[in-house]
């Protein structure tokens, strides 16, 4: 599913829950012919995000200090650090080649041995050739740029820690 996806869904579903509201409300109160409040009144004037997101969006500055991401985590994986302490990596080549992956790619920062946090510098969507298996302590970061890994094998944690994965796009994804 393409990222430009999600809020439109979230809106047709806060839409239908906001009629749904006006409809119960009205009809319980013997007044539904009689409603002129207009539906855009129970839909919420800014988006509402996800504890996660709220955490990072409230600090304007969240670039510059992109790590304090992984303070955010809540739920099952809140103590995964990714590669909190470890050095930023830029993707900067949509490419890839699983025998020799080249620097600038995703597959070659996510196959390294130590913890790095990877970022893009560009929108891009990426194609994978083969599973791309990660090692631990890395983080993905698609924040500031639209990130796709479509039409390809996809990403595969297996006998791994410490892993986020935040702000891409992974869809229709093909055995490798």
């Known amino acids: ?97 699983p025998v020799n992956p080249k620097p600038g790619t995703l597959r070659y920062g996510a196959i390294q041995n130590e913890p790095l946090w990877i970022i893009f510098d560009k929108d891009m969507v990426i194609t994978l050739k083969n599973e791309l298996f990660m090692s631990s302590y890395k983080t993905i970061d698609g924040r500031g740029a639209k990130v796709e890994i479509a039409d390809g094998p996809c990403i595969t944690l297996q006998s791994v820690s410490h892993i986020i994965i935040h702000g891409i796009s992974v869809h229709d994804c093909k055995p490798a």
């Not at 239908?16 to 855009?40: D, G």
Request: aromatic share 10%; with cysteine; charged share 20%.
């Open 1 to 97: 599913m393409a990222t430009s996806r999600p809020p439109l869904l979230l809106s047709c579903f806060m839409l239908h829950l906001a009629s749904t509201f006006v409809i119960a409300h009205s009809t319980e109160n013997n007044y539904y012919k009689n409603t002129s409040q207009p539906l855009l009144k129970y839909i919420p004037k800014k988006p509402l995000l996800n504890v996660i997101d709220s955490c990072w969006r409230a600090k304007q500055n969240w670039s510059s200090d992109r790590q304090a991401l992984a303070d955010c985590a809540i739920g099952f994986g809140k103590e995964a650090t990714g590669s909190k302490h470890g050095a930023i990596y830029q993707v900067s080549d949509p490419s890839d080649d």
